[in-house]
């Protein structure tokens, strides 16, 4: 699947997007085989409050299932307007 | 309804003029307009950029928008929202709502601003004399979306 990562978290990270293969079943499994990987993942996902996730574009929890998603993003609260 | 995610400025007049044209039923338009302050987190700013999350934004504006005609009698509504970098003084957001009565087209104006700061999917960083800073999101933001729940 795609995940992608904007803001600070894409900045953290240095990437903003990727394709990630996974059989992780909830966004919760999927945020910690991203933090075991390295440091900058790890830091990125320290604080899960600071976080929103959209699976397939709508904004979702972390236990949601990802099962068939194909795009799951990482953000902080938004800010525009 | 028509929702636009663009670099590009615009013209509060010719939108306005392009929401009315051809029409004579409808007896209100509000106009709210977002600008690029000088000022954030208590410091200077010399630029902001904004960034977007393309594809979902659009979806989110478009959902809001929805809401907003599924709750009032709604006529028109026009949203722009830029994204990019953008100086001190620039527009950044245009709502505008129509309506055959002021009431409505007021309170569906607020509405749509206050659902689209907690749900559109922008994100502001501030250029200071000290460098770059992602703006946080506001509690009074959640409020003022808050109020609206029914």
């Given at each position: ?25 909830t966004v ?25 996730v ?8 972390f236990?949601a ?17 | ?150």
């Amino acid at each position: 699947m795609q995940v992608l990562y904007f803001a600070w978290v894409r900045e953290r990270i240095g990437i903003p997007r990727e394709e990630v293969e996974t059989s992780a079943k909830t966004v919760m499994d999927l945020i910690e085989e991203l933090r075991a990987r390295e440091e900058r993942y790890a830091a990125a996902f320290a604080d899960l409050r600071a976080l929103k996730v959209a699976v397939d574009q709508d904004v979702t929890d972390f236990d949601a299932d990802i099962t068939g998603a194909r795009e799951i993003a990482f953000f902080p609260p938004m800010t525009g307007g | 309804m028509s929702v636009s995610v663009q670099t590009e400025d615009f013209d509060i007049g010719a939108e306005m003029a392009a929401l009315t044209h051809g029409r004579t039923d409808i007896g209100a338009v509000v106009s709210f307009t977002g600008l690029v302050r000088d000022m954030g987190g208590g410091r200077p700013i010399t630029a902001m950029e904004l960034e977007h999350y393309p594809g979902m934004t659009e979806r989110a504006l478009s959902a809001i928008v929805a809401e907003a005609e599924a709750r009032w009698p709604l006529q028109g509504v026009r949203v722009i929202h830029r994204f990019g970098p953008l100086a001190p003084g620039a527009q950044i957001v245009l709502v505008l709502t129509a309506s055959p009565h002021r009431q409505a087209a007021f309170e569906a104006a607020e509405f749509i601003m206050d659902y689209l700061k907690t749900r559109a999917p922008f994100w502001k960083k501030e250029t200071g004399a000290d460098g770059g800073a992602w703006v946080d999101a506001r509690e009074e933001d959640d409020a003022a979306e808050a109020r609206w729940a029914r």
